[in-house]
């Protein structure tokens, strides 16, 4: 009997670099509203709403050329690969930002940081404490471990439950 299964890796780069595509314009339209250094609640939401889409569509285009079989291991390399090429791109796009399209990236967040937690009553001083244990995580280098290592958790578990619900197994 020939196997003719499709690779998984093929679904995880076509998807990744459509969510990576996407996440970009989406960024950049949070840019054009000066909105890019904020986050918050709703930029969370639609980021992972977003990768969650392109990881269940990506899992689903597997099933159906796969003949309409996919295990859950399966489902996972495909969700995980997803969410990894599309936070390699993000990561890219991130330092490219924060490096040369706004240079003064970080000291906007810093000061809406600021901002926030005055308004959530912490003190200058306690302010200032966080902001200063906060600034070795600020380095390139740690955004980009921390962004690459967010995107093969969060791909996991944003995962994890398509892959057991989309699941079907050959029957030998």
Do not use: C, R, W
């Not at 003719?4 to 679904?11: D, L, R, S």
């Not at 995880?12 to 918050?40: C, E, N, R, T």
């Not at 939401?45 to 269940?56: E, Y």
């Not at 309409?68 to 969700?79: E, H, R, T, Y």
């Amino acid at each position: 009997m020939e196997e003719n299964t499709p690779k998984t890796g093929k679904y995880a780069l076509k998807y990744g670099l459509m969510l990576g595509g996407i996440s970009i314009a989406f960024v950049l339209m949070l840019f054009s509203l000066d909105m890019h250094y904020q986050g918050g609640a709703m930029v969370f939401l639609i980021s992972v709403l977003l990768s969650l889409a392109f990881i269940i569509i990506g899992m689903v285009q597997f099933k159906k050329d796969n003949g309409g079989f996919i295990s859950v291991g399966q489902a996972l390399k495909v969700g995980v690969g997803i969410s990894l090429i599309g936070g390699i791109i993000g990561v890219i796009f991130n330092q490219i930002l924060a490096g040369v399209i706004d240079p003064d990236f970080m000291a906007k967040a810093t000061e809406y940081q600021k901002g926030m937690l005055l308004e959530s009553g912490l003190s200058m001083e306690q302010i200032e404490a966080n902001i200063e244990m906060s600034k070795p995580f600020q380095t390139p280098v740690m955004q980009i471990l921390f962004g690459l290592l967010y995107s093969i958790v969060a791909g996991f578990l944003l995962s994890l439950i398509p892959a057991f619900l989309i699941k079907k197994q050959e029957t030998i």
